[in-house]
Structures are given as structure tokens and as C-alpha cells.
């Protein structure tokens, strides 16, 4: 089967760096994804890691390391528009996107 | 471009009612999956269909069902209504199956009272 975990919350101040972490047990992995969905909103896609290493996207980075079925999500320069509920998702050999529960980022001034 | 659209946006239902939910995917995408999202249970995968065929079923009872039209809008249907049915249904289209990169609806809103 698949499973991810995360954390349910994290909290942080406007400009200060965020990791949020997701481990993940799943047959015959392609990728990582993350995505960002506010509240009463649709989810929207912010990256995807098939490969080892981090890939930058803007203020926004995703690491993923295939050996140890970890990745990771990395805000910088937080705003409060950044507070959302994240979730990591991944794809196998089922072709299916499972997603983790969403961990909440809570971000104050 | 136009989004994914999904409607009605709310819903509410009796038990043991049955509800229709419609989703129209981005112009060109072909594969429309569907998922229910409750508070702490995250998107739980419900179905996927491409070219008018489901591709993949997601845990979920009979009762859940869909369908997927020549011109790629896809319907799923939930017959029997139960309390533990009200959640928030995201329909995501994308290009292909299995795709990392989905592009998600607004969602409906169910209610079952």
C-alpha cells in the first residue's frame, strides 16, 4: 500500500524559513509532489521532485531523497499568505496521486 | 484558458438520498480524477477516469461511483446517503493518467442531514 506522514501544524513567524516533512511508504515510486491549498480554496500544484536533490522554485523548495522515502518542503521569506495547509503527494506504480493528511502552517506577524 | 469547474458549489442531502456532482476539466485535459476531503483525513482518492474509462478506484464503497463524457466532463454519483458522506469533493483534471500535476476544482460542498 502507500502512506505519507507530516506533520498536522506548524507555526512560524513572517520572514523567518519553514521545513515541513513527509515521509512516505509507497510500491514502485515515481515522485514527490506538494501542494498548497488555503482555506475554503481549491488545491494548486507547487512542485514535484522525481530525483534526488532540491529543486527551487521562487521562495519556495523541495527536496526529496529517494533512499530514505523522505522529502521535504522548504518556505523562506514567510508572508502571511503563506499560511495554508500543505500537502505532500506521491505517485507509484498504481498511477495514483495519494496524498498525506496536510500538515497547517499558521504564520504571524 | 478556463479552470476546472465543478458544480452545484453546495449541497445538502437526506440520508439515504442519492446526489450527482459534475465536473468540467481545463480545455484538452483528459483525465479527470476525483477525491473527498474531510478535516484531518487529507484527499482521499476516489476514481479516475481518461477517455471515457475509469483507470483507477480508490478504497471506497459502491455506492461511490462516475462516469466520464466524450468531451471529458465527468459526473460522480453517491447513492445511499450517509452522515459520514459530507466532505468536500475535489474533481482534478491533468493531460494524462497518473499525472503528478493536477489542476483541482473549487469543489462541492456536501451536507447530508
Known amino acids: 500500500g502507500q502512506s505519507l506522514e507530516q506533520p498536522s501544524e506548524v507555526t512560524a513567524v513572517e520572514g523567518a524559513i519553514v521545513q515541513i516533512n513527509c515521509t512516505y511508504q509507497?510500491?514502485?515510486?515515481?515522485?514527490l509532489s506538494w501542494y498548497q491549498q488555503h482555506d475554503g480554496g481549491a488545491p494548486t500544484f507547487l512542485s514535484y521532485?522525481?530525483?534526488?536533490g532540491l529543486e527551487e522554485t521562487g521562495r519556495f523548495s523541495s527536496f526529496l531523497s529517494r533512499s530514505d522515502s523522505y522529502g521535504y518542503l522548504l518556505l523562506q521569506e514567510l508572508q502571511m499568505k503563506d499560511s495554508a495547509s500543505y500537502f505532500c503527494?506521491?505517485?507509484?506504480?498504481?498511477?495514483?496521486?495519494?496524498f498525506g493528511t496536510g500538515t497547517r502552517l499558521q504564520v504571524f506577524p | 484558458k478556463a479552470g476546472v469547474t465543478q458544480t452545484p458549489r453546495y449541497l445538502i442531502k437526506t440520508r439515504g438520498q442519492q446526489v450527482t456532482l459534475s465536473c468540467s476539466p481545463i480545455?484538452?485535459?483528459?483525465?479527470v480524477s476525483w477525491y473527498q476531503q474531510t478535516p484531518g483525513q487529507g484527499l482521499q482518492f476516489l476514481f479516475e477516469?481518461?477517455?471515457?474509462?475509469?483507470?483507477n478506484k480508490g478504497n471506497f464503497p459502491g455506492r461511490f461511483s462516475g462516469r466520464q463524457f466524450s468531451n471529458s466532463r465527468s459526473e460522480m454519483n453517491v447513492s445511499t446517503l450517509e452522515l459520514g458522506d459530507s466532505a468536500l469533493y475535489l474533481c482534478?483534471?491533468?493531460?494524462?493518467?497518473?499525472?503528478?500535476?493536477?489542476?483541482f476544482g473549487p469543489g462541492t460542498r456536501l451536507t447530508v442531514t
Open positions: 480545455s484538452g485535459h483528459r483525465s
Open positions: 503527494a506521491v505517485t507509484g506504480n498504481t498511477d495514483k496521486l495519494i
Open positions: 477516469y481518461f477517455s471515457e474509462t475509469q483507470r
Open positions: 509507497t510500491s514502485g515510486f515515481y515522485g
Open positions: 482534478a483534471s491533468s493531460t494524462r493518467t497518473g499525472e503528478s500535476e493536477q489542476y
Open positions: 521532485n522525481a530525483l534526488d
